[in-house]
């Protein structure tokens, strides 16, 4: 089982969308309003597929339907984890996502959604949106209420390079100029709270008032989970979340270095420069899966690398 699995993206035009996919990492997208690439995904609303290799025109989730050997046997009905490169050309909705016993109760037993967030690049002047004000649930009820939306949402500016954890619960939006790689739990759950009031076809898109009142998190807490840089020869890394769903680290490669794989999977988004994974040549856009089993990953070249493992949570109803 020593081979690595690369993946072709599955492409979402939207009307937030741009072409910086195409411009930084080379991908043939359908258009310019391509706002999301589902680079590794066994979800049915677009599903990865591989290239080249023993697997080569499967999609991940026939992988994990037919071949668990490659994730170590592990248990799930459904492949745990969503990775996205998404490209905001406009600001994205004020939105939050439920946690998995919401979902699972009120969205057809799917799993919740917490995310993590890497900016790749964005203008000088971008901003995000996470988290609020309001210092408990009458407070937010008002704010909403009365569309008090500058008051009540929690603005930053961002830079290239920085990352945010947003849990389940936590109110957020990805806004104008902003190029990123989301780490997500395998879900498409959204509860939509604010759209600018903007028209869709001459119609608002619809709202989530309810579901968005149930799930947020009230107060809003900060969820700090980097760790230091940590430099070594020929290479530095910094653990950016280790989570119950997900463990993120980012790998800046200046020479070389072997990477140990113990997991059940790992994921590798290759998101700036070029080298060498053992015998396969990879470049900035490539996203790869390291089955369970593999060994160590012998990495060569000047890259940056983004590693995900499984946070090997129990799946829910067993
Ligand atoms: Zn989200």
Same mark, same amino acid.
């Given at each position: 089982?020593?081979?690595? *699995?690369?993946?072709?993206?599955?492409?979402?035009?939207?009307?937030?969308?741009?072409?910086?996919?195409?411009?930084?990492?080379?991908?043939?997208?359908?258009?310019? #309003?391509?706002?999301?690439?589902?680079?590794?995904?066994?979800?049915?609303?677009?599903?990865?597929?591989?290239?080249?290799?023993?697997?080569? !025109?499967?999609?991940?989730?026939?992988?994990?339907?037919?071949?668990?050997?490659?994730?170590?046997?592990? @248990?799930?009905?459904?492949?745990?984890?969503?990775? %996205?490169? /998404?490209?905001?050309?406009?600001?994205?909705?004020?939105?939050?996502?439920?946690?998995?016993?919401?979902?699972?109760?009120?969205?057809?037993?799917?799993?919740?959604?917490?995310?993590?967030?890497?900016?790749?690049?964005?203008?000088?002047?971008?901003?995000?949106?996470?988290?609020?004000?309001? =210092?408990?649930?009458?407070?937010?009820?008002?704010?909403?209420?009365?569309?008090?939306?500058?008051?009540?949402?929690?603005?930053?500016?961002?830079?290239?390079?920085?990352?945010? &954890?947003?849990?389940?619960? $936590? *109110?957020?939006? /990805?806004?104008?100029?902003?190029?990123?790689?989301?780490?997500?739990?395998?879900?498409?759950?959204?509860?939509?709270? +604010?759209? &600018?009031? =903007?028209?869709?076809?001459?119609?608002?898109?619809?709202?989530?008032?309810?579901?968005?009142?149930?799930?947020?998190?009230?107060?809003?807490?900060?969820?700090?989970?980097? !760790?230091?840089?940590?430099? &070594? #020869? !020929? +290479?530095?890394?910094? /653990?950016?979340?280790?989570?119950?769903?997900?463990?993120? @680290?980012?790998?800046? /490669?200046?020479?070389?270095?072997?990477?140990?794989?113990?997991?059940?999977?790992?994921?590798?988004?290759?998101?700036?420069? #070029?080298?060498?994974?053992?015998?396969?040549?990879? %470049?900035?856009?490539?996203?790869?899966?390291?089955?369970?089993? +593999?060994?160590?990953?012998?990495?060569? !070249?000047?890259?940056?690398?983004?590693?995900?493992?499984?946070?090997?949570?129990?799946?829910?109803? $067993?």
């Amino acid at each position: 089982m020593k081979e690595l *699995i690369f993946f072709k993206p599955f492409f979402k035009q939207v009307l937030w969308g741009g072409h910086k996919m195409k411009d930084f990492y080379g991908y043939s997208i359908p258009g310019d #309003d391509t706002g999301e690439a589902w680079v590794i995904s066994a979800h049915p609303n677009g599903t990865s597929t591989v290239v080249g290799g023993t697997y080569d !025109g499967q999609t991940l989730k026939s992988l994990w339907e037919n071949h668990r050997e490659l994730f170590g046997g592990m @248990d799930g009905k459904e492949f745990p984890l969503l990775v %996205k490169i /998404i490209d905001a050309n406009d600001h994205l909705s004020i939105q939050v996502h439920p946690d998995d016993e919401y979902a699972f109760c009120h969205e057809n037993g799917s799993q919740g959604k917490t995310e993590c967030w890497y900016i790749l690049d964005c203008d000088q002047d971008a901003d995000i949106i996470i988290g609020h004000h309001a =210092r408990n649930r009458e407070e937010l009820q008002q704010m909403i209420g009365g569309g008090r939306w500058d008051e009540l949402l929690r603005k930053f500016p961002i830079r290239k390079g920085d990352f945010f &954890y947003i849990p389940a619960g $936590t *109110i957020h939006a /990805i806004r104008k100029g902003t190029l990123l790689l989301e780490v997500q739990q395998n879900s498409d759950t959204t509860y939509r709270l +604010y759209d &600018y009031g =903007r028209l869709q076809d001459g119609k608002p898109r619809q709202l989530h008032l309810k579901e968005s009142m149930d799930v947020i998190t009230c107060p809003h807490t900060d969820a700090d989970t980097m !760790g230091a840089v940590q430099k &070594y #020869d !020929g +290479y530095e890394t910094r /653990i950016l979340v280790d989570g119950p769903y997900f463990s993120v @680290d980012k790998w800046d /490669i200046k020479t070389q270095v072997s990477i140990s794989q113990l997991y059940p999977f790992m994921l590798i988004d290759v998101i700036s420069g #070029d080298g060498m994974l053992d015998t396969r040549h990879v %470049k900035a856009g490539d996203h790869i899966l390291v089955p369970a089993g +593999y060994g160590t990953v012998h990495c060569q !070249g000047h890259m940056e690398l983004i590693i995900t493992h499984h946070g090997l949570t129990e799946p829910l109803c $067993t």
